[in-house]
């Protein structure tokens, strides 16, 4: 099943930052594409920085909580 890990942050957030944000990471096989897409379909936006080439991907729900989708081991 899943795995929840949760670590400790290393300086307090800013105004306007989650309290909280999750990182997932797909399984073997999982299309990141695909994963792209349904979040979009269900209301999310992907986000784009100015942070060079990164493995994952970064979104936002609705209420603009961040979440990032990082590839399989």
């Known amino acids: 099943?899943?795995?929840l890990e949760l670590?400790?942050?290393v300086a307090p957030k800013g105004p306007g930052?989650?309290?909280m944000h999750l990182d997932?990471?797909?399984?073997?096989?999982?299309?990141a594409d695909a994963v792209a897409r349904e979040i979009?379909?269900?209301g999310g936006r992907e986000?784009?920085?100015d942070w060079g080439e990164l493995?994952?991907?970064h979104f936002a729900d609705p209420s603009g909580n961040e979440c990032c989708?990082?590839?399989s081991r």
Do not use: I, M, S
């Open 1 to 3: 099943g899943p795995l």
């Open 7 to 9: 670590c400790p942050e």
């Open 17 to 19: 930052k989650n309290r």
């Open 24 to 31: 997932v990471r797909l399984e073997p096989g999982d299309d």
């Open 40 to 42: 979009g379909e269900r």
């Open 47 to 49: 986000l784009h920085y």
């Open 55 to 57: 493995p994952w991907r």
């Open 69 to 71: 989708v990082l590839p």
